[in-house]
Nanobody, 122 residues
Framework: QVHMVESGGGLVQAGGSLGLSCAPA????IAWFRQAPGKEREFVAA????????TYTDSVKGRFTISRDNTNNTVHLQMDSLEPEDTAVYYC???????????????????WGQGTQVTVSS
C-alpha cells in the first residue's frame, strides 16, 4: 500500500492561483480528483508515467496544468484563474497497473491521499 500525500491547498480569491503537489510519483498514471460538498468526486486531470500524455476535464482546460517530476518524485497541479466553482477537496491518486491509458475513472485508481482543501472566494 502506498499513501499519497497532497500539499498546497488553501484559500485564494477568484482569479488567483494555487499549486498543489502530490508524492510519491509512482511509476503509473497519476490523477487529481476533487469533491465539493454534496457532490460526487469528479475527475480533474491526469498525467501518464512519462509525463507526455495529459488529460483534463473540460471545466479546467486552459486554466489547470498537470505535470510530473520523476526525478523529485512529485506531481504538480498548477491552478490558475481559479473560480469559486473550483472550491473542493482535491485528491491525488495513482493507478497500479499499466495499460497505456490515462483513465478518468476513479475506480481505476488504487492509491489515494487524504485530500487537501482548496477554497476560492468570490
Amino acid at each position: 500500500q502506498v499513501h499519497m500525500v497532497e500539499s498546497g491547498g488553501g484559500l485564494v480569491q477568484a482569479g488567483g492561483s494555487l499549486g498543489l503537489s502530490c508524492a510519491p510519483a509512482t511509476k503509473y498514471t497519476i490523477a487529481w480528483f476533487r469533491q465539493a460538498p454534496g457532490k460526487e468526486r469528479e475527475f480533474v486531470a491526469a498525467v501518464s508515467w512519462s509525463g507526455k500524455v495529459t488529460t483534463y476535464t473540460d471545466s479546467v482546460k486552459g486554466r489547470f496544468t498537470i505535470s510530473r517530476d520523476n526525478t523529485n518524485n512529485t506531481v504538480h497541479l498548477q491552478m490558475d484563474s481559479l473560480e469559486p466553482e473550483d472550491t473542493a477537496v482535491y485528491y491525488c491518486s495513482s493507478r497500479t497497473v499499466f495499460d497505456g491509458s490515462v483513465s478518468r475513472n476513479p475506480l481505476d485508481y488504487d492509491y489515494w491521499g487524504q485530500g487537501t482543501q482548496v477554497t476560492v472566494s468570490s
